[in-house]
């Protein structure tokens, strides 16, 4: 059985037991075998108070018999927060059903708040407002943005959608892009690497990016087999058959943003690096690039799980296709990974490598790489 105090009188009488007996929630909590949350919500009144609850007191202190006075009704044990709760549920036909309704119903009051508070906040950015006025597909640069330093994984009954870097233009473009296209607020944090964690769980979203490509997992997860992992949906860059030019054309400045870097060999040869492991990826991305004139080829690497490193883009003609392009996302930097030019514009260190074709290399060190990808 359960007891229903007058207003205010179960707390009184678990606050003057507390109070008197000179003992914490958490020492109270077990003295009666309960939680420290469950003691809370009967200090709140959240809940009625057990009939076994109520003697357990009185047997320790006798004098608090007198707040039965105060009881006005008895109810069932199944009595709780909400009337009738658990044999509520035993009366549902299709459990499936009625969970389908309490999810949608949790998700429009989560919508709602993410909407009120999005008109709160006043986050953009001019190169996004750009690329709107011009109709470029939002949703394909951020599935290019997903398959270069992305991810898109299960969470729960929903999809959560993930940007990972340590370059601030990236960092705040992707972030306006998320803010954008999600009809929630994206969240971010910063590990302990230094990296930029930027977050959305969004299932519509996420739906439409699973229309563009099947899948966004570019390696096999932890203590997965590299051939099992190659019998599921593999990610695909398909999509971009269907891209306009200018579309097309920030998918590529985008994914070197994030995956490139450029290299000079002791003999003067320049490259321009894409690193990516994924064997389909890899060969979807040479395509694309020799259409834009960006000649190359599949570079190989014996130490990644697939044998290659990406692609390696070649000649000096190549690069100054890719200047005409655009080169990188404004701002993004040459990441720590080269000593030489770190901190620098990757879009300066370019210019600056076309120009006059090459940079002074040590030949005790060998091939320097100008801009490292940014993390």
């Known amino acids: 059985m359960r007891f229903q105090f007058a207003r205010g009188q179960q707390e009184e009488f678990i606050k003057t037991f507390l109070k008197q007996e000179r003992v914490s929630l958490t020492t109270a ?4 075998s309960v939680g420290k949350t469950t003691l809370k919500r009967w200090l709140k009144e959240e809940v009625t108070l057990p009939e076994t609850a109520f003697h357990t007191i009185c047997v320790k202190m006798p004098d608090l018999r007198i707040y039965k006075k105060q009881i006005i009704k008895i109810l ?3 009595w709780g927060q909400i009337q009738g709760g658990r044999s509520r549920v035993i009366q549902i036909k299709n459990i499936n059903e009625y969970l389908s309704s309490v999810r949608a119903a949790k998700n429009k009051k989560r919508l709602v708040a993410a909407q009120i508070t999005k008109r709160k906040l006043k986050f953009s950015s001019q190169l996004l407002n750009n690329l709107i006025e011009d109709h470029v597909d939002l949703e394909a640069l951020l599935a290019t943005c997903l398959l270069t330093d992305g991810s898109l994984t299960r969470d729960g009954n929903s999809y959560r959608i993930g940007y990972y870097t340590k370059d601030q233009a990236l960092r705040k473009f992707v972030k306006s892009l998320l803010f954008e296209l999600s009809a929630f607020v994206p969240s971010e944090i910063l590990t302990k690497k230094s990296v930029y964690a930027i977050r959305v ?11 563009l490509s099947p899948s966004y997992k570019k390696t ?3 203590h997965q087999t ?3 992992y190659l019998k599921e949906r593999q990610p695909s860059l398909a999509f971009l058959k ?10 590529i400045r985008l994914a070197f943003s994030a995956e490139g870097s450029i290299s000079i060999s002791q003999s003067n040869t320049i490259e321009l690096n894409f690193a990516c492991y994924h064997p ?3 060969k979807e991305w040479l395509e694309i690039f020799k259409n834009y004139g960006l000649e190359g080829h599949i570079g190989r690497e014996k130490k990644s799980w697939s044998g290659i490193d990406g692609v390696r883009v070649y000649s000096l003609a190549s690069l100054k296709n890719f200047v005409g392009l655009g080169g990188f996302l404004p701002g993004v930097v040459v990441s720590n990974k080269s000593k030489r030019y770190k901190g620098l514009e990757k879009n300066e260190v370019l210019n ?4 006059a074709r090459s940079f002074p290399v040590s030949r005790k060190h060998g091939a320097e790489s100008l801009v490292g990808a940014s993390d």
Do not use: G, H
């Open 352 to 355: 600056k490598a076309v120009r």
């Open 280 to 282: 389909k990826l890899a």
């Open 29 to 32: 909590a077990r003295f009666l």
């Open 76 to 78: 069932p044990d199944n």
């Open 201 to 211: 769980s969004d299932y519509r979203l996420a739906q439409q990016l699973l229309r």
């Open 226 to 228: 590299i051939k099992s």
């Open 242 to 251: 269907e891209a306009d030019e200018k579309t097309m054309t920030w998918c």
């Open 220 to 222: 096999a997860r932890n």
